[in-house]
């Protein structure tokens, strides 16, 4: 008897996609981010003349889990995210695609000398984890007068 079966060829992309970032992630950095985490959380990283902020997306992890550490001039944030619940217990669904990552988060960085590491502040709304990092007074620019 012959069985037809539909494979959708895009669908690896995603997973071929993370699976060559964490290849060349750890190629690139001297931590161990990648060997120890099942997913990395996207950041953006804006730098201001006075500050630093970095937004993480962590959608399903509850902000207050998130352990944050800035140490030598390295800031490590980890996690985890688990499955979600299902809205009734008896009833599991009937095909699942998952794109999102679940499981040990882990992201460092190594922060410029130009930092305040007393005056780190952060905040999580709606599945993104602000880092505020405050520059110190001596690292920003001054505008010298000129004489005549």
Do not use: C
């Not at 079966?5 to 995603?14: A, F, R």
């Not at 001297?30 to 937004?55: G, K, N, Q």
């Not at 095909?95 to 952060?122: C, I, M, N, Q």
Request: glycine share 6%; aromatic share 8%; proline share 7%.
């Amino acid at each position: 008897m012959n069985s037809l079966v539909t494979q959708y060829p895009w669908s690896l992309v995603p997973r071929l996609q993370t699976e060559i970032n964490r290849l060349f992630g750890n190629a690139n950095q001297s931590d161990s981010s990648s060997a120890t985490a099942t997913w990395v959380p996207a950041v953006d990283i804006h730098e201001y003349t006075d500050r630093f902020e970095l937004y993480v997306d962590v959608p399903g992890v509850d902000p207050g889990k998130v352990e944050l550490t800035l140490e030598r001039g390295i800031l490590t944030l980890s996690g985890q995210r688990t499955a979600p619940e299902f809205s009734k217990p008896d009833e599991k669904p009937q095909y699942t695609r998952s794109e999102r990552g679940l499981g040990h988060f882990y992201r460092r960085f190594v922060l410029p000398d130009t930092v305040d590491s007393e005056k780190v502040h952060a905040t999580g709304k709606d599945g993104v984890l602000t880092i505020t990092i405050a520059k110190q007074a001596k690292a920003m620019p001054r505008r010298i007068r000129i004489g005549a």
